[in-house]
């Protein structure tokens, strides 16, 4: 397993811009492909974006296309969200996980049920 803390959440006015962070323990982090779901209150978790192993491909909820940018530095063993153009709707405790993909099956990038290694999260609240 490898461990994973989030930060970077906060208060927000609606159009503004947050970065998250993901980091992750362990000297395996280049095997692993990374992913940030969100909840909001009430809710179920759902799919935000992805990145897999090598970076040279990423995944994005249609609710945030052309809004957050995922990447990763496997050399400091980071994973960050950069959020833009944030609005109320994306209020929400934003999750990192991630999980080894030894079959590079698409569909698995966004299901939850496949990451098996959670952080414990990080509150982004977007004012109106």
């Known amino acids: 397993q490898v461990q994973l803390v989030e930060s970077g959440g906060g208060l927000v006015q609606a159009g503004g811009s947050l970065r998250l962070s993901c980091a992750a323990s362990?000297?395996?982090?280049?095997?692993?492909?990374v992913a940030w779901f969100r909840q909001a209150p009430g809710k179920e978790r759902e799919f935000a974006a992805a990145?897999?192993?090598?970076?040279?491909?990423?995944y994005y909820a249609n609710s945030v296309k052309g809004r957050f940018t995922i990447s990763r530095d496997n050399a400091k063993n980071t994973v960050t969200l950069q959020m833009n153009s944030l609005k109320p709707e994306d209020t929400a405790v934003y999750y990192c996980?991630?999980?080894?993909?030894?079959?590079?099956?698409?569909?698995?990038?966004?299901?939850?049920?496949?990451?098996?290694?959670w952080g414990q999260g990080t509150q982004v609240t977007v004012s109106s």
């Open positions: 990145i897999s192993v090598s970076g040279g491909n990423t």
């Open positions: 996980a991630a999980k080894r993909l030894l079959r590079d099956t698409i569909s698995y990038y966004y299901t939850k049920s496949s990451y098996d290694n």
């Open positions: 362990g000297r395996t982090f280049n095997t692993y492909a």
